[in-house]
């Protein structure tokens, strides 16, 4: 279980995420997280995954995998 310091970025990557949701399909906060970074699997309203991270130098967007088709 991760202690009170490391839930600081899960906790503003979900604020954060919950402020967007009405551009996002949906996120997800991956179980991994630390005292330094959070990561979130996000879903645009337009089908692409993306990864966010939020550590102590801030938010970075990664590519996930390739957009999905409805």
Same mark, same amino acid.
Do not use: K, P
């Given at each position: 279980?991760? $202690?009170?310091?490391?839930?600081?970025?899960?906790?503003? *990557?979900?604020?954060?995420?919950?402020?967007?949701?009405?551009?996002? !399909? #949906?996120?997800?906060?991956?179980?991994?997280? $630390?005292?330094?970074?959070?990561?979130?699997?996000?879903? *645009?309203?337009?089908?692409?995954?993306?990864?966010?991270?939020?550590? !102590? #130098?801030?938010?970075?967007?990664?590519?996930?995998?390739?957009?999905?088709?409805?």
């Amino acid at each position: 279980m991760a $202690s009170l310091s490391s839930s600081f970025y899960h906790n503003e *990557l979900t604020r954060a995420l919950s402020e967007q949701a009405f551009g996002l !399909t #949906r996120y997800e906060i991956t179980g991994r997280y $630390s005292a330094h970074e959070a990561t979130a699997l996000v879903t *645009l309203l337009e089908g692409t995954n993306i990864r966010v991270s939020l550590n !102590t #130098r801030g938010y970075r967007v990664n590519s996930h995998h390739s957009t999905t088709h409805s």
